[in-house]
């Protein structure tokens, strides 16, 4: 195992289009997360699962975004009817939850670019 | 709300010199703080994190400080090299989250030059 792979690693779409991302987790690491990031700027929080359970989500994940964990693996993350503000780059990471802070990785992204 | 921010945006350092990286935070609760290096494309990487009972922590290379009481975070590089550039984050668990959950509050970033 590598780490966190994200596919894809760049999308351009049209404004209004959906598109969606897929991260796969380090393979034992029960705790994926998605953030996003604009040019100039540390991470967002966007979501949290543990297992196939979204416990968390901020409030900067619009109604047309949405995330699953289907299998308690890899996780999508879909934006539906792009906007150019939702350009940015997305990282996703994971960790070994055990009840403590433990350490997260992360993948190499997905820059959207909505034109 | 909660923010953590940085004291300077930009620094350059001469190779083989230490650098210093500070970072303010806002949220007394927090009890856990990383530090990360991105480089140009690529996602954050794990330096070396602490825990809000530690006042510090030594890695390879690297140092990391946390004063509580003005919740002030710093990390120190050692004898610089050219693959230290990169832009540095700090990060802390935000408060109110799930407990271990990577909530992390980043703040802006530091981009650090290390000339030859």
């Known amino acids: 195992d590598t780490g966190v792979s994200q596919d894809p690693r760049h999308k351009i779409t049209k404004r209004g289009q959906n598109v969606t991302f897929r991260c796969d987790p380090i393979?034992?690491?029960?705790?994926l997360y998605w953030y996003r990031q604009t040019l100039g700027q540390g991470p967002e929080f966007l979501t949290y699962f543990q297992n196939e359970a979204q416990l968390e989500k901020s409030r900067l994940l619009s109604d047309r975004f949405s995330a699953e964990r289907p299998k308690g693996s890899f996780s999508t993350l879909e934006i539906q009817r792009t906007e150019q503000g939702d350009s940015a780059m997305y990282l996703c990471?994971?960790?070994?939850?055990?009840?403590?802070?433990?350490?997260?990785?992360f993948g190499q992204g997905t820059r959207l670019t909505v034109v | 709300g909660e923010s953590v921010g940085l004291h300077l945006p930009t620094l350059s350092v001469q190779e083989g010199d230490n650098s210093i990286i500070n970072c303010a935070y806002s949220?007394?609760?927090?009890?856990?703080f990383i530090w990360y290096k991105q480089e140009s494309g690529k996602g954050p990487q794990f330096i070396i994190d602490?825990?809000?009972?530690?006042d510090k922590r030594q890695g390879q290379r690297v140092t990391v400080l946390l004063n509580k009481t003005v919740k002030h975070l710093s990390l120190q590089i050692a004898a610089t090299q050219p693959g230290d550039s990169a832009v540095y984050f700090c990060a802390e668990n935000g408060a109110g989250g799930i407990q271990g959950a990577q909530k992390l509050v980043f703040g802006q970033g530091t981009r650090l030059t290390i000339n030859p």
């Open positions: 393979s034992e690491h029960n705790r």
């Open positions: 949220n007394s609760a927090s009890d856990y």
């Open positions: 602490i825990r809000s009972n530690m």
């Open positions: 990471a994971s960790s070994l939850g055990q009840g403590g802070n433990t350490e997260a990785f």
